[in-house]
């Protein structure tokens, strides 16, 4: 049930051996490094690995598959935020909980959790405790039956498209990379007519966005739904009305609030939380999950509550 707190408890497993499933190309390949000093950390502490490196998503998401259904004590993603959407993926339906060691551009999923982004022996051992915590996923529905889980936010409209830009831009890294991204999208800043439902509450808009959050933040620090919990059974809905007058100034003043998560408090912008949540605009607005963009509206968006253990610090 959506919010029941019993679906949140924590939990301290034995850990003996783990999976580990490397990006080799996140953080521009330098992801390897890391997986190498996770390796040798695991191994320090007694504990056996095996590693999994896909020739590609799908094949890697397979191998987690099959390991999930296996004797692993745990999936350790060493990743970003798209990589560790492939390892849930994997992992959905099975005990087995996920491990995260940081190796991404953005990392919102660690930093939602409390887990250090630049300390590799940090992170592991914070797998080595055993130490679970139940979260709450996303999950999108097209209307041709296509599902896709999510970890952290589900962005549509004019926050997609910065995405779908910044996935193709090599530089500048973190935040500055977003936000040049908004600055290029504006350029063509379009106006999308929303129909919007949260649970029995209706409204229909023009919108600049609408930011479904499982997670405060996303995109390496931007928290379009501050609010946002991983366990509280519900997503969070941030909806930016498109201004009648001076659409381009407004939303290049408000859009850079999101890395302090005070753009909700600009008259433009609106918030709702939900635990189904369904999307229409006309024309149909890109939609992209953890990053990844994997769709058009409409779509209908809900939680699925206490779906997944992961190893976090207490």
């Known amino acids: ?23 080799p190309h996140a953080r521009h390949g330098a992801a390897g490094d890391v997986a190498e000093a996770a390796i ?3 191994a320090a502490c007694g504990i056996a690995t095996e590693i999994i490196v896909g020739a590609d998503a799908q094949d890697a998401a397979e191998q987690a598959g099959k390991a999930a259904g296996g ?3 745990g ?3 060493v990743g970003g935020d798209g990589t560790i959407r492939l390892a849930v993926e994997a992992a959905f339906g099975t005990d087995k909980p996920l491990g995260i060691v940081p190796a991404g551009s953005g990392n919102d999923v660690a930093r939602n959790l409390g887990i250090p982004c630049d300390d590799v022996t940090a992170a592991v051992d914070i797998i080595v405790t055993g130490h679970t915590r139940c979260i709450d996923l996303g999950r999108v529905t097209f209307p041709d039956g296509r599902t896709a889980l999510f970890v952290t936010v589900a962005a549509t409209g004019f926050d997609a498209s910065v995405t779908a830009r910044a996935i193709d831009m090599r530089r500048p890294k973190g935040q500055a990379r977003y936000t040049l991204a908004a600055l290029r999208e504006l350029a063509g800043l379009p106006s999308y007519h929303y129909d919007v439902r949260a649970d029995d509450v209706e409204i229909d808009d023009d919108l600049v966005f609408a930011a479904i959050g499982n997670t405060t933040s996303y995109g390496g620090g931007m928290h379009i739904t501050p609010r946002a919990s991983m366990t509280d059974g519900l997503l969070d809905l941030t909806l930016a009305h498109h201004p009648d007058r001076f659409a381009r100034a407004t939303v290049a003043r408000v859009f850079p609030k999101v890395f302090g998560g005070t753009h909700v408090d600009h008259p433009m912008v609106r918030t709702m ?18 990053g990844d963009i994997v769709g058009e509206l409409p779509a209908v968006f809900e939680v699925v509550p206490g779906s997944t253990n992961v190893f976090a610090p207490s």
């Open 1 to 23: 049930m959506a919010g029941d707190p019993n679906h949140h408890s924590a939990d301290r497993r034995s850990v003996g051996q783990v999976t580990l499933l490397v990006n």
């Open 40 to 42: 040798a950390r695991f």
């Open 71 to 73: 004797d692993t004590d």
């Open 75 to 77: 999936i350790v993603v």
């Open 273 to 290: 939380r939900g635990a189904e949540i369904e999307l229409y605009s006309d024309p149909p607005a890109l939609v992209s999950i953890d």
